[in-house]
């Protein structure tokens, strides 16, 4: 299989990269990018080995730009691109090759939630009526039919995997108060004085609280489409880590739902999935997940409300990794192929 | 003015030693550890400078043991020590010196209470009767009296100082949910693997959710003396950073409360603090106040919730800092002498 | 193949793991602890997923001793043990199983060194008759036919592959001057106070300079074997970095020895190499091989003196990886197997 | 006494700021900058607390341009502007206030010199004339009578501090070998790729080495005028610190030299100085000077070679603590007025 990877030079895309040249069933990756056409892959990214260099030796280990991308044909395309310049960019390749948009441009289908979280209407609602929302352990069934994908945030990914079951199966209600924790690469590779070492280093805080930020939109028309009378707010938080994220929420429980019903549905949802560890009262850390695919979830019972944790690699679970397991599950791949289930030391 | 600062080798002693050296009341300083007595501070502590030397002089530049502290009578007492070891090592200094505790021995004046948080009694009842609670800006009157001083911990000043206005005006209602994020310094300097550079650089957890924290306790007993009908759910996390604190807050208003209300309130408890900086809308970042014994406040309020936020250092404001401003109330001298209002760049 | 990890519970060890556990040749991992026999190794450390799991799955998981690993007979022992422990523990596997030394006992073959550098003498002088220094890129040959390899140290690894090239051929004379960053890992899993997060973050230093770290006793040898009149001078320090290490050697060139010279050398050395990636004059960051089994070389000749830089990731090419690059050259799979050629972001 | 300080939005201009607030013969800071002018202060720099502003007052708190900053007739001028744009804004300051010029601008008299390292020729022949080297420790009397200060590089003051006082006496001979590792800030304030958290922290490199950093000229001119034959080598790393500086050399011994000679010589240049700290054989951690205006140094003697440590906070001692220094020198002010000894915990 011949994959594409338009946006090479980001953090997504550069990990995107290392997996597809790590995944058996890709034969030859197609690095784009429209700003470094030419460039060798190995000076934009002098962490490449030898072994990924081979994957790209037809382009002569260059990066190309988007038409000649084209004409090569590829099976899947990875579009690892700014928001409202993916989906736009994307263009040429609807209808030819699967694609798993990384970018928040194919997400929400709704006219006027798009508008408000991005101050613009969505780019092509076309498509957008096609796209499937890429959370795979939660759309499997819908995701082995797409041919757009559209890969999910890495704040919805970890916050709503722990709620989703409970939500599903009517467990809670009232307001959820979520705090989740990212690294900062979730900024993306932008030169900006807000994202310089000196400034994040020993440093945290909080940024775009409650209803504010462009996820909260994401999170929230996940949330309704399984109990609409859930409310949420979600304080994200800038923590001095590369990679990782931590997300712990405070939920109100109903009265009659027990620790076993709790442990009960979570197997049900999860017990077989192999990026997810269910860890029950033991918290998780974000460093168990490092370079890994998986989400592991935590939650404990006191007073009336569960209490749930859960971490992801935001650049993995949240980004590439997610992608590449959305391409396992459509080409009937195993869903694990290609990717990590252990995180670094 | 002599002071002792007994437990000099740990973090918070240590800081001490370096804001007594510059505080201009304080003549002499006597460093006292019941390890290392007779080990000259600079082999203890490479960081401290001439300047700081001078002020130990009389001691040869050389820690002491308890009993030789006593017999040098020193107006004040900082007993830096681990909790349950240090109200019963104040002993010979009760009733002779100013004792200001930054452990948590005298903070919870009900039995029962600091039974549940430490799993036995407290050790000092007699001494709890008349310690008072030294958080400086809500009870400025009653440390001026205090001849024992129990230093708040760092959570609950970052978590109390943006709720105890809102609170005592009756202004919220309902359940708290608290997210605070704490460097790594909190656990003091002790030798034990989960807090190795390793372990901790790009890592981030929750630790002793909801209710379990004993500093939820020292938090709820204050909220309940402001209060009683407010419940909180407070979750702790590391973060790695060497100092700091953030809490982040959702609080349910009460509907008659308007944004100008809040503000008034604010002004009114912290207007005049020299410590305390109003931000508004403006979110805060530890970075800001790094080695400051300041506590800056942002407050937000979306459908109905008011989102609170506040920064400290953990080892100032939430231990060192706060004790010396103590010193200064109690002594009469002025709240800010020998105490940074800038937080390291 | 069954191979056994002596040591599971340390950073090398847990590294180990997760190689083997990837590796697939390797269809049985048997985790061994004198510490903490029993315990199931998801406790010992959550950052394994189910897949790693699975191979120790005959184990039930969990952690065996020494004795019941013996029982188990594993074609290959990895010690990852304490410098001074490893060699007597691994008595019983010597002459059954490939033993795979990752401590110093077995690298130094002088009774006088050995005993200069570790204060008593080696360990076990008839098996370090036997022993293989399992330096892959130089030694291959030998390794191809070892039963006993002695890994390298890290710093020596670093150090040594930019210069025994240029030493092997003559091309260098005088006194070397090296200055070494090693990343904490090096240290090991123990809690010692200074190297909390507190001591170590945003915090450097130089340690055991010039001729008096044990690997300089290990590199100064390996140079002997190519050059005795070659000097050095070894000043390692600690930066705050996890996992790492960067060498920058100043060394004199003779006067006839060209830049081409010296890039042909390089070339027939490393050329076909995966391992290696020659840069030229552009300098390494140890980022780019952070995960990697790599190690990449950098050189530039600056008025009569050639300056040489090297990365490589401290636990893996420095530790475990070697490790692992040791097994694939004695049991002729190809040297790559179950090892990474590309640096994680 | 009055201030000015131009490049306000700078690290060098911040932490000017808080220092000249501290410092007791300061009662009025203005604050310049060509880029924000009319900004208000606690905007640029949310860090600084109530006392630093009511230093300021006097201008509204807010940032003015050069030409208003001329009409107040400040005593003294501080330029923490870029190099190359920094002489040439003095300009009308020369002649009417003590200018102390933080940019590389006026240190190297050498018109050759300064066309090589900086690719173009110095800025203000005539300025240059006159402007004195402010390395304090050495220059004291230069420096009392100066009107204009260059204040020396972050790298040339923490290398040739421990090392001038032996090339002074003719100690030492042959080619030094210096390796220097330099915090972050040291790059400045500016939004480049290179230096954002994700790409710099846990990762090291080297950078412009042997003799390309335009530092190493600056290094090169001060030992001649001391010792013309000696030779250096200084290579230049980047660690993930947010503030410090660590420089280790490799040095010839010239034989008749004696350890008490060595011992002799420094404390004769520096055995009364506030800012130095000799510690003989114990080896100095940047940690220990953070925040300080300190350069610690550290010395020992094996096989003919004295190896030489030294750290200093490269913001502080390499950078605005040194200039507060050279005012202090310059106005017959306590030399330590307003400056810290001891570094931050």
Redesign the interface.
């Known amino acids: 299989m011949k994959a594409a990877i338009l946006g090479i030079s980001g953090?997504t895309g550069?990990?995107l990269l290392?997996m597809l040249?790590d995944h058996p069933e890709i034969k030859e990756i197609i690095p784009v990018s429209s700003s470094k056409p030419g460039e060798k892959i190995i000076d934009i990214d002098?962490?490449?080995?030898?072994?990924?260099m081979e994957k790209t030796a037809a382009l002569n280990n260059c990066v190309v730009d988007i038409s000649s991308a084209v004409t090569q044909k590829p099976d899947v395309v990875f579009a690892a691109l700014p928001h409202l310049a993916s989906a736009t960019t994307c263009e040429p390749f609807f209808g030819k090759s699967v694609v798993i948009d990384l970018s928040a441009d194919l997400r929400i289908k709704d006219h006027d939630l798009f508008q408000k979280a991005y101050n613009t209407p969505p780019p092509r609602p076309d498509i957008l009526k096609i796209a499937v929302y890429g959370l795979c352990e939660i759309y499997e069934k819908e995701i082995k039919k797409a041919d757009v994908i559209a890969n999910p945030g890495c704040y919805p990914t970890c916050t709503l995997l722990p709620i989703i079951p409970l939500a599903a199966k009517g467990f809670i209600q009232g307001t959820i108060?979520t705090?989740a924790?990212s690294g900062?690469?979730g900024a993306g590779?932008?030169?900006?004085?807000g994202?310089?070492?000196?400034?994040?280093?020993?440093?945290?805080?909080?940024?775009l609280?409650?209803?504010?930020h462009r996820h909260f939109t994401e999170i929230k028309k996940e949330l309704d489409s399984f109990d609409k009378s859930l409310?949420i707010?979600f304080?994200p938080?800038l923590?001095?880590?590369?990679?990782?994220m931590?997300a712990?929420s405070?939920v109100s429980l109903k009265s009659n739902v027990s620790e076993q019903d709790i442990e009960k549905v979570y197997n049900e949802y999860y017990g077989n999935k192999?990026?997810i560890?269910l860890?029950g009262k033991?918290?998780?850390?974000?460093?168990?997940?490092?370079?890994?695919n998986?989400c592991?979830i935590s939650w404990?019972i006191?007073?009336g409300?569960i209490?749930l944790?859960s971490?992801i690699d935001n650049?993995i679970k949240g980004a590439s990794g997610q992608a590449v397991q959305n391409m396992n599950i459509r080409f009937n791949f195993d869903e694990?192929l290609g990717l990590?289930?252990?995180?670094?030391?």
Chains 1, 2, 3, 4 share one sequence.
């Open positions: 953090y550069m990990i290392r040249a002098p962490g490449i080995g030898k072994a990924v108060v705090n924790l900062i690469s590779k932008k030169a900006t004085i994202n310089l070492y000196v400034e994040r280093t020993e440093n945290t805080c909080a940024y609280p409650g209803k504010t409310e707010f304080n938080h923590v001095p880590i590369k990679r990782g931590h712990a405070v192999k990026f560890v860890k033991k918290l998780p850390e974000t460093r168990d997940v490092w370079g890994s998986r592991d404990q006191q007073d409300k209490l944790f971490v650049l694990a990590k289930q252990y995180g670094e030391l």
